[in-house]
């Protein structure tokens, strides 16, 4: 009996192992002429293509053993600028930092609370360095009953690849003279908020309004406070040509991960992902190089966890319109008209300024005249340091216009 049963598990088994395996090898066969089919009808509309191997296994190894200023420019300079009130803003961050990794649910009260507590922890501080400079980004009044003045905050829900560096940096001299705090949130790959943070962000915020003067950066979707009833701060932004954000981005994804895991540590999919030519990606249409249909990520587990494995697999495409369209559910599919509408309407009634990374002069000019407060010598500033600060030296301009197109087509 022992012997007909064991007999019966293992053929179970071994059934199991040759369906799996049939199953993995018949989509490896239909992918395979999915990609063969749309390279040959790629061929008769645009005839020969070539694929620019930027990527090298010596090239990819060469970039793994390199040091981050070898190859990504100035990275660093904003983050370790000198400014009056550093120490401060370094506790708020952390207090930021802390309250996004809670994972427990928590009442209104609770996030208002942990609010509360961030800023009445550097109110010393606070006070004592404003005591040291001209002007400060102390709300005078703060003790009064004029209440939430959200006049006060600034959020630039910055853009990856589009001048945010730059403007980082801007912001941290211009915080100096200005007298306000620039708060930038170091929770990486995390721009899809859960329903905890929201609120717990918007009220960090109210509080701010009332104690200090702040601009608050961060790669996150656009939030609507008013859902929460909560004050609206003031937002704004700058965004590329789609184009040229997706190229830049392209390479920029595949630095860092090779920054942070040798190609020896790669799985041979993982490798040929990252070593893939973006001719290829946008002929063969990967999914990076495509558009419609995608559904963006909302867990908090599977946003973080590209910055955990550094694994290639979780690269997807442009989220760019989440920044201005935020976290209905409309927005997060990739290609939902809604989703457009919705961008367009937040731009035109709930952003102060979005500038344009191709014409930076103007940007700087019109959130100068529009947000004195914070902005107030930018042109100026900008002129005397418009060098490219975050500039990636694997970006390539050799895509073939045809490639260009059909990008900018999806797009």
Known sequence: MRSGSLTKNCTTILAIIVTIWFCSHLFFVVD???????RAAWRANYGHFNYNM???????QELHGMKRRDFLQGHNA???SDRPWRKIEDMLETSLVHMFDRTDPMKGWELKKLGNSAWKNVS???KLASKKVEVSPLVKDASSDKGVDMSNVLVYNRIPKSGSTMMLGLLYELGKSLGYLVLRGKYHSYRYFGKNDRPGLGYFLEQASTRAKTVYVQHQYYVNFTLHRQQQPTYINIMRDPVEHLISSYYYKRTVILQNKSPQQMTEEERRIVSEPLEQCVIERRLECVYYGYTVHKNKTDQLEFRKTWSPTYLYPSDVLLYFCGHDEECTQLGNPLALQKAKHNVDKNFAVVGLLEHLNETMAVLEHKLPRFFEGAQKLYRENSEVKNKNSMKTNSLSEPVRLALKKRL
């Open 32 to 38: 395979e002429g999915y990609r063969t089919a749309l």
């Open 78 to 80: 904003a983050r370790n």
């Open 54 to 60: 930027l990527l090298t296994p010596k090239k990819m």
């Open 124 to 126: 010393k501080e606070l």
